[in-house]
């Protein structure tokens, strides 16, 4: 079966890095000149030859936004279900190797957590998980899902790469996205980061928005955890996922998130440093080679950089998220997956947005295209 494994195999990832890098100034000019961007483009946009253009990236990315999605911008929350997980991942909190308390919500648990995230408006809602099929497996998974159905117009799940046939259920629940980060798309460290667990299995997982896409799920939501790797490559390597999905499954919508590491127990420092200047360069390259995919922007960044972000590409934002388990209202002191940056509340993060000219809005974009 042809999946996107057999144009990544194409690719070497040393060569893919060089080529990036090798970019020059009239290609950058090339690229912001053109009127529809290749991949090649996209390598120029992210290089360190566009740096000296990421005003004017900014501008037209800002403006092409405004074109497609207007002045508006699309809240969720994120809910943990459970911290339990079979994995060693060397960046995460709930990695098997810590020593932590380990927490699964019930159902009455579950219902609190979204009575408060109610309370504040929302009605796009992330559910996460750690990687464990015993406990927080398809059954549990379809539960929660058919538990909340009724209380949210959109329902997006970031948890363990399953089968085909599971995603087919989970969607006839009422399932709208999946979310699955490569994490990183160097395959080498990938290994190295992932050394027990289901997870340790890189094609697997690579193949997973194949399985999404097959399955007929509305939406899939991409990215790398940028820190891991070389960013550059990782998100032309993201970038080019995201063009063979989008001409595989075209019925499905995409999304693009853009988490850096950040603290949590265990603790990993960055292979890479991505700076801000870095994020905001690829955020602009995104969009500048995709006008429609939506482009996410998490609690993990500061506050200071989210209002500076907010008006450059960006269609979506958490507010006052928690990363642990009942970390709203059932246990907000149990342990975190990684810390977040921005803790402001939701009110405060909507005020800032309007402040900004924006129009919040609380359903998926997805949805009021529909």
Not at 167 to 177: C, P, R
Not at 238 to 262: C, D, E, G, N, V
Not at 350 to 365: F, H, N, P
Request: aromatic share 12%; hydrophobic share 35%.
């Amino acid at each position: 079966m042809y999946t996107f494994k057999n144009i990544f195999d194409q690719y070497d990832w040393d060569e893919t890095l060089s080529s990036i890098l090798s970019k020059t100034d009239d290609d950058v000019v090339r690229a912001l000149q053109a009127s529809k961007r290749s991949i090649e483009d996209f390598k120029a946009l992210v290089s360190p030859a566009a740096k000296p253009y990421l005003e004017t990236m900014a501008q037209m990315s800002s403006s092409i936004t405004k074109k497609r999605f207007g002045n508006t911008i699309q809240m969720y929350a994120p809910m943990y279900l459970s911290n339990e997980c079979q994995n060693i991942c060397t960046y995460c909190g709930f990695s098997m190797t810590n020593k932590i308390p380990r927490r699964t919500l019930t159902d009455n648990e579950i219902i609190k957590e979204v009575d408060f995230l109610k309370s504040k408006g929302y009605d796009h809602i992330l559910l996460v998980t750690g990687e464990a099929n015993r406990t927080v497996g398809v059954d549990y998974i379809n539960n929660a899902i058919q538990l909340i159905q009724s209380k949210f117009a959109n329902i997006t799940i970031e948890v363990q790469p399953l089968d085909q046939p599971d995603y087919e259920k989970l969607i006839d629940s009422g399932l709208y996205a999946v979310l699955v980060y490569q994490e990183t798309y160097h395959k080498e460290e990938y290994k190295k980061h992932h050394p027990k667990g289901k997870k340790s299995n890189f094609e697997y997982r690579l193949e997973t928005p194949d399985r999404l896409g097959r399955a007929g799920i509305h939406k899939i939501g991409l990215g790398a955890l940028f820190g891991l790797e070389d960013w550059r490559a990782d998100s032309f390597f993201t970038a080019l996922h995201l063009q063979y999905l989008q001409k595989t499954y075209w019925k499905t919508k995409y999304s693009i998130s853009f988490p850096r590491l950040r603290p949590h127990s265990g603790g990993l420092d960055p292979k890479v440093e991505m700076t801000d200047a870095d994020l905001v360069q690829l955020i602009c390259a995104f969009r500048l080679f995709d006008e429609d995919v939506e482009l996410s922007m998490s609690t993990r960044e500061s506050e200071v950089f989210r209002e500076h972000i907010v008006n450059l590409g960006i269609t979506s934002i958490s507010a006052e998220s928690k990363t642990n388990p009942g970390g709203y209202v059932v246990e907000p002191q149990s342990l975190e997956q990684f810390e977040i940056s921005d803790e402001r509340p939701t009110e405060e993060v909507v005020k800032m947005l309007k402040s900004k000219g924006l129009e919040v809005v609380w359903k998926d974009w997805a949805y009021n295209w529909q």
